[in-house]
């Protein structure tokens, strides 16, 4: 059990889970209602989105890239999704997926091949993607499922507990971490954001390895779009914005490096919990909007830093070794 404990604290996880715990104490403490599964397993269907983006964007973060257009991408899917649905039934969700995957692709060629900065690339693919989900919803109109109870049924029945959509999205994640784990893909993904010059002296495919992981962004993405329509039983095509910054945040709190090469699946997942607990505990006290926002970036700023500290530290560690041996040297 003390090894057990040791591995947790040690893990890059622990800190989007201290802060998640920390969460629910204090607000716990304010608000008995907070403290119940019944609020538990509501905020676990709230973050189900939030969890399928930050799990998709911790794969472009492994590369040493970032992608701002998830949020986009995934209204994009939600529309696509909902308008497939109405033409061509339950099989037509797949298109909501493949829309997210092609933009993820276009994403990987624009970054990978073309050498466009990924900021510049996915802000291009936001707007293009916000612009089209616009378009093809009759300027911005909800898209509305034609029969959608058995799909309402996966975001509000129950099954152990959470709803189906919940166990879904967990699986989804669980299966990122074996992905990365246990194929050749998932671990070239990562040495490749280690050293991209050491991957490609050992004859990877370097360019191929890097569309990949924002390939599997994309994908994530398009699942998040699912995950919405399940929710409201309809396309959203301005729904998603702001997601994109929370999902970054939420993998960076996680564990996963900003410099590339550490990726924490388990982590991405606390950390989606963790702002979205935080949302909810804010919004259950009574606090204005606006002022929860402020707390709600303030409050991720704090955990950010604190889960990146181990790296300044090892790198700061590193300078003073070099340093030193420079001087010895002398």
Same mark, same amino acid.
């Given at each position: 059990?003390t ?12 800190v989007a ?5 920390l ?9 008995a209602?907070?403290f119940? $599964? ?11 989105v939030l969890a399928?983006?930050a799990?998709?964007?911790m794969?472009?973060l ?5 992608d ?7 209204a ?7 308008l ?10 797949l ?6 995957f092609?933009?993820g ?14 900021i510049?690339?996915?802000l ?7 612009? $089209?989900?616009?378009?093809i919803? @009759?300027s911005g109109q909800?898209v509305?499922?034609? #029969? ?5 049924? $996966?975001?509000?029945?129950k099954w152990l507990?959470l ?13 990122a971490?074996?992905v $990365?784990?246990y194929t ?6 990562v040495?490749f954001?280690s ?9 990877m495919n370097?360019m191929?390895?890097?569309?990949a ?12 779009g699912?995950?919405?329509?399940m929710?409201a039983?309809a *396309?959203?095509p301005?729904d998603? *914005? ?6 970054i ?5 996680g564990g996963?490096?900003l410099t590339g ?7 991405s ?6 702002i979205? #607990?935080?949302a #909810?505990?804010? @919004?259950?006290?009574?606090i204005?909007p606006?002022t929860?926002e402020?707390?709600?970036?303030a ?20 300078r003073?070794?070099?340093n ?7």
């Open positions: 059990m090894a057990i404990v040791a591995r947790l604290v040690r893990s890059r996880a622990s889970a201290f802060f998640l715990v969460v629910w104490c204090v607000f716990g403490l304010v608000n209602r907070y119940t $599964l019944a609020n538990a397993a509501s905020i676990a269907l709230q973050m189900s399928l983006l799990t998709g964007q794969f472009a492994t590369v040493r890239g970032f701002i257009s998830v949020g986009a991408v995934a994009l899917s939600s529309v696509v999704a909902a497939a649905w109405n033409q061509f039934g339950p099989a037509g969700l298109a909501g997926v493949a829309a997210g092609a933009v692709t276009i994403n990987g060629l624009l970054v990978a091949v073309v050498g466009v900065q990924p510049v690339a996915t291009g693919t936001l707007i293009g993607a916000r612009g $089209l989900s616009l378009l919803s @009759n909800v509305p499922l034609q #029969s959608p109870q058995m799909i309402l049924g $996966l975001a509000y029945g507990g709803a189906p959509l919940v166990w879904l999205a967990l699986a989804c994640v669980a299966f971490a074996l $990365l784990r050749l893909l998932g671990r070239r993904i040495m954001g050293n991209p010059d050491a991957a490609r002296l050992v004859g370097a191929a390895v890097h569309v992981a924002y390939q599997i962004t994309g994908l994530f993405a398009g699942l998040a699912l995950a919405m329509v929710r039983g *396309g959203l301005t998603g *914005g702001g997601m994109e910054l929370q999902s945040a939420s993998a960076v709190i996963t490096a090469g550490i990726a924490s699946p388990l982590g997942v606390l950390g989606a919990a963790f979205q #607990s935080l #909810s505990g804010l @919004n259950m006290s009574g204005s606006f929860a402020i707390a709600i970036g409050v991720i700023i704090t955990a950010s830093s604190v889960s990146i500290a181990p790296q300044l530290a090892g790198r700061l560690k590193a003073v070794r070099r030193r041996e420079t001087k010895n040297d002398t």
